[in-house]
T-cell receptor, first 114, second 114 residues
Framework: KAGVTQTPRYLIKTRGQQVTLSCSPI?????VSWYQQTPGQGLQFLFEYFSETQRNKGNFPGRFSGRQFSNSRSEMNVSTLELGDSALYLCASSVGQASGNTIYFGEGSWLTVV | GESVGLHLPTLSVQEGDNSIINCAYS??????FIWYKQESGKGPQFIID?????DKRQGQRVTVLLNKTVKHLSLQIAATQPGDSAVYFCAETSTGAGSYQLTFGKGTKLSVIP
């Protein structure tokens, strides 16, 4: 069974640009969440989607947005990139229909903003 | 705000010894806890989870202990191997909130001495 797949794995962007990251959850998983990982702040929750609806959102500016498609695949977008947005962006998936389902992470997308 | 933290940022153990990684949490509403292992350049890998109605759960060479009275979580790794070297994160969530937002600790780096 394939795990959580994230693309691209590595990318470099310039300040002011925008970026879109993609995530394919484990087959059958309908909950997809996104996290940002930096050395200074650790792992921080961005948002979570279930059946194309955002159920929860972390404390990030509106430049960070996401969406989920009918096949449960998800994308996140960061507009007007800042140097501080350089981070590992992690996607996680879960069955999502009952509480306490195991949450699995992908390998992440490494974003460098220059 | 409420958060999950770790007592020890680094831990060095001799190969073959047992390792104990500790975690404190402050959200009394948390009822689901997960330990993740993250190797350099990779995403967090699920190790073991435990629900608040349990005190102990065992997996392959790993045991998680939960003490709700003092809001403490620990991960025990038996017969630690070089492949166990990684950063370990505890994460917690309140499943009653209906979402899958994990709050992560800062992480403990485990180094196994051959």
């Amino acid at each position: 069974k394939a795990g959580v797949t994230q693309t691209p794995r590595y990318l470099i962007k310039t300040r002011g640009q925008q970026v879109t990251l993609s995530c394919s959850p484990i087959s059958g998983h309908r909950s997809v969440s996104w996290y940002q990982q930096t050395p200074g702040q650790g792992l921080q929750f961005l948002f979570e989607y279930f059946s194309e609806t955002q159920r929860n959102k972390g404390n990030f500016p509106g430049r960070f947005s996401g969406r989920q498609f009918s096949n449960s695949r998800s994308e996140m977008n960061v507009s007007t990139l800042e140097l501080g947005d350089s981070a590992l962006y992690l996607c996680a998936s879960s069955v999502g229909q009952a509480s306490g389902n195991t949450i699995y992470f992908g390998e992440g997308s490494w974003l460098t903003v220059v | 705000g409420e958060s999950v933290g770790l007592h020890l940022p680094t831990l060095s153990v001799q190969e073959g010894d047992n390792s104990i990684i500790n975690c404190a949490y402050s959200n009394s509403a948390s009822d689901y806890f997960i330990w993740y292992k993250q190797e350099s350049g990779k995403g967090p890998q699920f190790i073991i989870d435990i629900r608040s109605n349990m005190d102990k759960r065992q997996g392959q060479r790993v045991t998680v202990l939960l003490n709700k009275t003092v809001k403490h979580l620990s991960l025990q790794i038996a017969a630690t191997q070089p492949g166990d070297s990684a950063v370990y994160f505890c994460a917690e969530t309140s499943t009653g909130a209906g979402s899958y937002q994990l709050t992560f600790g800062k992480g403990t780096k485990l180094s196994v001495i051959p």
